[in-house]
């Protein structure tokens, strides 16, 4: 099984010093929403976030939907070998249910994650989407069983797409985490025993590591041909 989990994500909802602010106040207006029930979105919010602390790298929805996008449609998640997970930088976690249809739509994503906040699930009777408030990394990494660990890092050791699995991966439990932000490192503190890999030389976007790491995983699962 691989647990691919999107790390330190830029999802949040508009901090509460923020909700004032006129281009928060129009946004809200726009949308019909309370400034501070909205997902904090550096497209929208880009002048009311100049003064915030890590505002260069925060209000990135996007990152977290073209990931689960990525994953929940990769052949992987179709034979029941991926796991998803999504934790942010205020140690929330998102858990995804394999069988969950992520919605195509920027917007009708936001406001699918901005209801997750406010209720704690999404989906019902049985929830696709489910929030943990105060999970720190570690924790998490300590509630997953995993034989490795693996992060994709521009700064770790270079290592092609294809060395990063090998069949016996399959077998067992495999964690890999890729970071959810658009620039610097990672805020969660990483157990010394990972292995912090680079794909390539040059910082790849977020669906393209997910898109990287998903096809080079190992399927000799059930046959994916049509009866």
Known sequence: MLHLGLVDAELELVPKRLAGHPQVVEAARRFGSSPTKMLLDSSLHYAAMRDLDGGDRRGRPDLAHLFLLTALESIP???????VFVH??????????????????????????????????????????????????D???KATPHERLIVLDPAGAAKPPRELFSQRDEESDVVALIGGFPSGDYRSPIPAGAERVSIHPDALAVWTVAGEVLAHYPRTGPSLQRK
Not at 105 to 132: H, I, K, M, S, W
Request: aromatic letters at 4%; hydrophobic letters at 35%; glycine letters at 6%.
């Open 77 to 83: 998640n179709k034979l029941g070998q991926l796991r």
């Open 88 to 137: 942010t930088r205020h140690d929330e976690l998102i858990r995804i249910e394999p069988r969950t249809r992520l919605v195509r739509n920027y917007n009708r994503f936001c406001g699918l994650v901005q209801q997750l906040f406010e209720r704690g699930a999404v989906g019902e009777p049985d929830p696709l989407l489910t929030l943990e408030k105060k999970r720190p990394l």
């Open 139 to 141: 924790d998490v990494l």
